[in-house]
């Protein structure tokens, strides 16, 4: 499944609007905002549910600004 992305800021973000991670985890905004950086897709089985109401509330967790590059989190770009 292709996952199109608008944050151009994002590390696994590629032209044309594609997100180029391995696996991704969306969750709520609430734990967007705490959980840990390594927090993230490899943890997604085993994860409690975080049920909202609108799309506004949900939050991609895998999102690394810029160039960073989390590697603790074991997700790895695709190439396009
Ligand atoms: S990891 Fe999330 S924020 Fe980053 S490009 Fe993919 S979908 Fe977008």
Not at 25 to 40: K, M
Not at 65 to 80: A, L
Request: proline fraction near 4%; hydrophobic fraction near 40%.
């Amino acid at each position: 499944m292709a996952v199109m992305c608008t944050v151009n800021n994002c590390h696994y973000w590629a032209e044309r609007n594609r997100c180029r991670a391995s696996s991704i985890l969306i969750v709520s905004d609430s734990i967007a905002d705490d959980a840990l950086d390594t927090y993230d897709a490899m943890q997604a089985e085993n994860a409690a549910p975080t049920p909202v109401d609108t799309c506004m509330a949900t939050a991609c967790k895998t999102f690394v600004q810029g160039d960073e590059s989390i590697t603790d989190d074991h997700i790895t770009p695709r190439i396009y």
